[in-house]
């Protein structure tokens, strides 16, 4: 009896293509159903008294970021398994800056971890509601700003990956709009930590990160989840590459 030591691309693409579509569910959540909702930037006694009075959906949301950087595991993993093919070296740094920004994710869900903590629970007994609330969204700022700087890594990786389907002519018009909004992933993160107007420019830069970032990632979802073996399965096959010791 023989055991397949290797995934089948079709499968990892499956993987990935899924847990993409996961992903957005969750990011609808865990995002603006919960954060955007409950959380107000210029308000910290508003939003210790959202978190306050909903704190079951805060966790929700909570649990969604987790469960979205365990996907980004998955994706990262599958990727390569999917990719590997058009180049070991290329794939694996896709894989590596994908994994970088899951962890930089994981981060920072924490600090969304103690601002839920300090809103409801024990850990602040007996500091007074402006604390409190000062605290909690000293925790947000974190969370958002850890979140922000994870974006340049998630940027590279599509920057990566879209070079790649450019390279391997898997998909060139895909692989122009994910290096696009990776693009624009690091120019929008560097735009908030230099400028110190970015609130000028700060509906320009939305559109301008948003348009090609969800039309790229939901692109790929749906390509790998429909067009991504046999693409790959067309590609002329290559010399191995030679990994010094």
């Given amino acids: 009896m023989s055991i397949r030591s290797d995934l089948a691309p079709a499968t990892a693409a499956r993987a990935a293509g899924l847990s993409y579509?996961?992903?957005f569910a969750l990011a609808?959540?865990?995002?603006f159903t919960v954060v955007e909702r409950l959380v107000v930037p210029d308000d910290a006694a508003l939003t210790l008294a959202n978190i306050q009075s909903d704190e079951s959906a805060f966790r929700l949301g909570l649990a969604g970021f987790v469960l979205i950087a365990a996907l980004d595991l998955v994706i990262?993993?599958?990727l390569h398994v999917l990719l590997r093919s058009t180049g070991e070296a290329?794939?694996?740094l896709a894989a590596w800056l994908r994994l970088g920004y899951s962890a930089v994710l994981v981060g920072a869900t924490a600090f969304m971890a103690i601002a839920v903590e300090v809103a409801t629970g024990p850990v602040a007994a007996g500091v007074d509601d402006?604390?409190?609330?000062?605290?909690?969204?000293?925790a947000m700022v974190g969370f958002d700003a850890a979140w922000m700087i994870g974006l340049v890594v998630f940027g590279l990786h599509l920057i990566v990956v879209g070079r790649i389907l450019v390279g391997a002519s898997l998909s060139r018009a895909l692989g122009v709009v994910l290096s696009a909004a990776g693009v624009m992933y690091v120019a929008d993160t560097f735009a908030h930590l230099?400028?110190?107007?970015?609130?000028?420019i700060a509906d320009v830069m939305l559109v301008a990160v948003a348009v090609p970032s969800m039309v790229g990632e939901m692109w790929l979802a749906i390509w790998l989840l429909a067009r991504a073996p046999r693409a790959l399965a067309a590609l002329p096959a290559r010399e191995p590459e030679l990994v010094p010791a």
């Fill in 21 to 23: 579509l996961a992903m």
């Fill in 28 to 31: 609808m959540v865990a995002n």
């Fill in 194 to 200: 230099v400028l110190t107007d970015y609130a000028s």
């Fill in 130 to 138: 402006a604390a409190r609330a000062s605290l909690t969204s000293v």
């Fill in 76 to 78: 990262a993993w599958a």
């Fill in 90 to 92: 290329r794939s694996l």
